[in-house]
């Protein structure tokens, strides 16, 4: 093996190690912000990763563990809530809320902070903020948080209305009537959900980045590889939908293990298989109804609009679809169009790479069950 192969080689099995997060490393989500317009005021109910706020662990990081303030979010993980509400500046917080009434700032309070028991430290604590403040006089509001909190959903809940906004970057909400009578178009709520879509494969579903890379390293040829892409958006949509209109659910706790066993078992199939067998295609589709459950949850845990299910059903999984296409072209352009023909292309890239990527899933597999 020459030395520049050699090199690629080590930069992708890096690349796709770091992937792997920690185990005691928490995934950066956006933060969901329910929206009440009642009696006068405006009431924010805001679920959110309080200990990655009050380190200052925002969206630049993909995990807790990659930010240079790891050790304090793991000690405010540690803490209880009493000791944890404690080290929550509850000014500073309303201060770095973005409130416009009329395009005139406007002040807000936290009103109540809610944080669950310290308990399993590997996993990730959401706790739950709310944010008041009086309208007045105002026609409308308009809703935002610092940037450096990272992204937030924001859904105004009213049966009259459509309205969600996805923000990143300190971003605002369009205005939104104080009467609660804000409309959104089909068209613009498919961008929203489509972006939310993107968001979850790229770069928050590591585990189903995985899944595609070993789908590409079977074979960088075009003609199998939508095949066997194909299959598994037909797949994933159809349980995508059936798991966000409630018609078949799935626990977490049986699909997010199956979901690691079958990067597990595309990547064997990679290493012991030359060329595509004549099953593979059926159990991929059977393993795109299980990614479609997760992308479900995940949906389900953003909200989706009750007057505009469609629009953000289409969104979302254009939105994956976005993803997965994203990945597969990074693939191709780092290995696929250089190499893909060479006689050891799969003794050099594949094997390896599907070697690394199949110990990955197994760890995510015996983590998953709850052995460790």
């Not at 956006?30 to 679920?47: H, M, T």
């Not at 240079?68 to 809320?97: I, S």
């Not at 072209?329 to 006689?343: D, N, P, Q, R, S």
Request: aromatic residues 10%.
């Amino acid at each position: 093996m020459t030395r520049p192969i050699r090199a690629i080689f080590a930069a992708i099995a890096l690349l796709i190690t770091t992937m792997a997060s920690p185990i005691n490393a928490h995934e950066i989500r956006p933060a969901i912000a329910d929206l009440f317009l009642e009696n006068g005021e405006f009431r924010l109910e805001i679920r959110l990763n309080l200990e990655a706020i009050i380190a200052e662990i925002g969206s630049d990081a993909k995990n807790t563990q990659d930010s240079p303030n790891a050790a304090r979010y793991d000690e405010l993980r540690a803490m209880g809530p009493e000791a944890l509400e404690q080290a929550f500046d509850k000014d500073a917080f309303a201060q770095n809320m973005t409130v416009l009434l009329d395009d005139a700032p406007a002040t807000s309070r936290v009103v109540s902070v809610d944080i669950p028991e310290a308990g399993d430290l590997t996993l990730r604590r959401d706790s739950y903020i709310v944010v008041s403040g009086m309208l007045g006089q105002s026609a409308e509001l308009r809703l935002g948080w610092d940037a450096a909190y990272g992204e937030i959903i924001i859904r105004l809940i009213d049966d009259k209305n459509d309205y969600n906004a996805y923000l990143t970057k300190g971003g605002l909400t369009d205005p939104i009537s104080t009467e609660g009578a804000t409309v959104i178009s089909f068209w613009q709520n498919l961008v929203n959900y489509t972006v939310v879509g993107y968001y979850h494969i790229l770069p928050l579903g590591i585990d189903h980045i995985l899944f595609i890379v070993g789908l590409f390293l079977m074979s960088a040829r075009l003609t199998p590889l939508l095949w066997q892409v194909s299959t598994f958006t037909l797949a994933h949509s159809l349980t995508l939908a059936l798991g966000v209109l409630g018609i078949v659910v799935v626990p977490s706790w049986i699909v997010e293990p199956l979901i690691a066993l079958s990067i597990v078992y595309v990547c064997i199939e990679n290493i012991f298989m030359s060329h595509m067998s004549r099953w593979r295609p059926a159990l991929i589709f059977m393993f795109g109804l299980l990614h479609g459950q997760g992308f479900a949850g995940a949906l389900t845990a953003f909200g989706l609009s009750q007057n505009n299910i469609a629009s953000g059903l289409i969104g979302f999984n254009l939105g994956v679809e976005f993803g997965q296409l994203t990945i597969i072209l990074i693939c191709f352009g780092l290995v696929g169009f250089w190499f893909a023909k060479k006689e050891w292309y799969r003794r050099v890239i594949v094997i390896p790479a599907s070697s690394v990527i199949a110990l990955i899933g197994a760890f995510w597999v015996v983590e998953r069950v709850g052995l460790i």
